[in-house]
């Protein structure tokens, strides 16, 4: 069976740092472009983060440039997002998706599998 599944959401006081990891089980993530997205409550759901399959390019929202980090483990069959200096309004539920493109882009609709989901809250 193929899932994605993310972990390491939590509560963070401003300021804070959280790593977010999305395994997957039933396949091999290094052959597919993987995104971050996020969806709040009563807001649409925009991309975070990507990391394309072959080159390793990486792409980031700019409202998370210089924050999060995106990493691949390929012995893991893991990506995580590092997320530091978190601030409130990074609060949202967090997934990981797969895409079979050659080059990430922020776009959901390209991805056609999709973890569960984290909730990431950033609080005082």
Known sequence: QLQLVESGGGLVQ???SLRLSCAASGF???YYAIGWFRQAPGKEREGVSCISPHDGMKDYADSVQGRFTIVRDSAKNSVYLQM????????AVYYCATSSRSMCVMIGEVYDQWGQGTQVTVSS
Do not use: F, I, R, V
């Open 28 to 30: 091999t993530l290094d």
């Open 14 to 16: 401003p300021g804070g």
């Open 84 to 91: 530091n200096s978190l601030k409130p309004e990074d609060t």
